[in-house]
T-cell receptor
Framework: SAVISQKPSRDICQRGTSLTIQCQVD?????MFWYRQQPGQSLTLIAT?????????ESGFVIDKFPISRPNLTFSTLTVSNMSPEDSSIYLC??????????FGQGTRLTVV | KNQVEQSPQSLIILEGKNCTLQ??????????LRWYKQDTGRGPVSLTI?????NTKSNGRYTATLDADTKQSSLHITASQLSDSASYIC???????????FGKGTRLSVIA
């Protein structure tokens, strides 16, 4: 198994500010993904964090709003920039190893006021 | 478009009763289907993972079924407990390094 440490677990932020969420894995993993879960909704993929290159963003998500870093195979960050109340969500880091192994961080509950 | 649809959206049952949650998917190619339990504000926890050749898999009081021909799955919970109150999410993988496709989940409330 893989142990994922995601920080912070929750935060309340002022609109217009930015928050960086960290995801640390205890072992090297091939794929790291960032998801968002808005209230009452399913998990929606924001982007795939690629090691050593720019992240791959899904439709509706852009790098200027959600810059992502992945400096190595065990760590990634997601920044939510220039936040508005609509960004209030749970942000989740997931990692994949092989076809059947997927592990989740505990999530970051973000509230923007 | 790869999609996972779940029903019902929400469900309320009495403690001790059984229930069945449904999942239909259009993900292709298909590698495996997973059921997760997600408590409010927490990350999902895996219950079962089934590949194409598996029809049923159990994990304690949870039993998942898979019909790869009709692209349907169900999760049966037996003798429900108050602690079963959570969202149950059906997730399908196309395999390789592709991201998982999540259903919207079924919100289960077990009441005394």
């Amino acid at each position: 198994s893989a142990v994922i440490s995601q920080k912070p677990s929750r935060d309340i932020c002022q609109r217009g500010t930015s928050l960086t969420i960290q995801c640390q894995v205890d072992s090297q993993v091939t794929m790291m993904f960032w998801y968002r879960q808005q209230p009452g909704q399913s998990l929606t993929l924001i982007a795939t964090a690629n090691q050593g290159s720019e992240a791959t963003y899904e439709s509706g998500f852009v790098i200027d709003k959600f810059p992502i870093s992945r400096p190595n195979l065990t760590f990634s960050t997601l920044t939510v920039s220039n936040m508005s109340p609509e960004d209030s969500s749970i942000y989740l880091c997931t990692v994949s190893r092989g076809n059947t192994e997927a592990f989740f961080g505990q999530g970051t509950r973000l509230t923007v006021v | 478009k790869n999609q996972v649809e779940q029903s019902p959206q929400s469900l309320i049952i009495l403690e001790g009763k059984n229930c069945t949650l449904q999942c239909n998917y259009t993900v292709s190619p298909f590698s495996n289907l997973r059921w997760y339990k997600q408590d409010t504000g927490r990350g999902p926890v895996s219950l079962t993972i089934m590949t194409f050749s598996e029809n049923t898999k159990s994990n304690g009081r949870y039993t998942a079924t898979l019909d790869a021909d009709t692209k349907q799955s169900s999760l049966h919970i037996t003798a429900s407990q108050l602690s079963d109150s959570a969202s149950y999410i059906c997730v399908v993988s196309a395999g390789g390094n592709t991201p998982l496709v999540f259903g919207k989940g079924t919100r289960l409330s077990v009441i005394a």
